[in-house]
């Protein structure tokens, strides 16, 4: 019965199915992607979809034809309680059967973007945490269904918007982790960001900004270094204006100061040290302690109820607006 059966199926990385701990082969790309395709479309699509989208170059008839035979397939393998199929529709049956890697994931990301601002920080960050342990590798990595341009389509769509979220989860973990001072826990975040996205250069500021905040200005200078030939290595291109003045300022061992320790919340206590639903400034500005003591001197004056900061993009404003 399918309530003593437990179904794994794992879609980050190459696709993978559990029935009962033991992996199963379809041995039928087709019977392997529509399990998957169902799992992303929320567990129900209409047949109709299924067999255009799997069989475009087919007639009607023996596109419908082959979506039996693949169903039939499918509960042969892995059972007759974990499908439901009516004149329309094919669906997930025995939801609580199903245990889905993308369908956790994107469940988390969701909690934690709905719940920015009330969710406990430690669960925010134990949500984040899960995610990131659930993404093992892109959506359906090696896997691909040639005569089925459609549904390739989709699938380098929904590998996008997975690997953009783990992203995000990556640098809000970063920032929840620098905002409670465990700076190299917080490395290791970045580092993490740096190895799905190594040419982003704000990110490697970043990680030399913790480097130092941890007390490691020798890792800090390598990272610089490391930053440098990756960039002439892979875009035959230099460093960033900001990137090399951070270098150079800890290479003189100028002090780089750490943001605000962000205070960590239990239950809907407010937090006091910065606004809710705002990131930790995990990057430092230089060159800019005047501006922001005159800008914070007008904020603490009666008749100043709102200040505008203006500049071109990317010369720093909303980190300025975050530091005060």
């Known amino acids: 019965m399918a309530q003593n059966r437990r179904i794994n199926v794992s879609l980050f990385g190459p696709p993978r199915i559990d029935v009962d701990g033991q992996p199963i082969s379809l041995g039928w790309r087709k019977a392997t992607a529509l399990p998957a395709y169902l799992c992303v479309a929320d567990g129900q699509v209409s047949r109709e979809t299924l067999a255009s989208l799997f069989?475009?170059?087919?007639?009607?008839?023996?596109?419908?034809?082959?979506?039996?035979?693949?169903?039939?397939?499918?509960?042969?393998?892995?059972?007759?309680?974990?499908?439901s199929v009516s004149r329309s529709l094919v669906s997930l049956a025995n939801r609580d059967s199903w245990c889905v890697d993308t369908m956790s994931f994107r469940d988390r990301i969701h909690l934690v973007k709905a719940e920015q601002a009330a969710l406990p920080m430690e669960e925010r960050e134990q949500h984040l945490l899960k995610a990131v342990d659930l993404y093992r590798g892109e959506?359906?990595?090696?896997?691909?269904?040639?005569?089925?341009?459609?549904?390739?389509?989709?699938?380098?769509?929904?590998?996008?918007?997975?690997?953009?979220d783990y992203s995000w989860s990556l640098e809000q973990l970063t920032s929840l982790c620098a905002g409670a001072r465990r700076y190299d826990r917080a490395a290791d975040f970045a580092v993490k960001q740096l190895e799905i996205n190594p040419l982003?250069?704000?990110?490697?500021?970043?990680?030399?900004?913790?480097?130092i905040w941890a007390g490691q200005r020798g890792r800090a200078?390598?990272?610089?270094?490391?930053?440098?030939?990756?960039?002439?290595?892979?875009?035959?291109?230099?460093?960033?204006?900001?990137?090399?003045?951070?270098?150079?300022?800890?290479?003189?061992n100028a002090e780089i100061?750490?943001?605000?320790?962000?205070?960590?919340v239990t239950g809907r206590q407010i937090n006091l040290r910065q606004p809710q639903g705002l990131p930790v400034a995990a990057t430092v500005l230089i060159g800019r302690d005047t501006e922001l003591e005159a800008a914070r001197q007008r904020l603490l004056r009666r008749d100043v109820r709102l200040l505008s900061l203006t500049g071109a993009g990317g010369s720093g404003n909303y980190v300025k607006f975050l530091l005060m």
């Not at 982003?200 to 480097?211: F, G, I, N, S």
């Not at 100061?257 to 960590?264: H, L, R, S, T």
Request: charged fraction near 35%; glycine fraction near 2%.
């Open 221 to 252: 200078l390598r990272d610089y270094e490391r930053c440098v030939a990756l960039l002439r290595r892979e875009i035959d291109a230099e460093p960033e204006h900001e990137t090399t003045e951070l270098f150079e300022a800890i290479r003189r």
């Open 55 to 83: 069989w475009p170059e087919s007639r009607e008839a023996r596109a419908f034809g082959n979506l039996r035979n693949a169903i039939s397939t499918l509960r042969r393998v892995l059972g007759t309680d974990f499908f």
């Open 257 to 264: 100061p750490a943001p605000p320790a962000k205070q960590i």
């Open 139 to 164: 959506f359906l990595a090696g896997f691909t269904l040639p005569d089925c341009l459609i549904f390739d389509e989709w699938q380098r769509f929904e590998c996008d918007h997975f690997w953009s």
């Open 200 to 211: 982003e250069e704000a990110v490697h500021r970043r990680l030399m900004c913790l480097r």
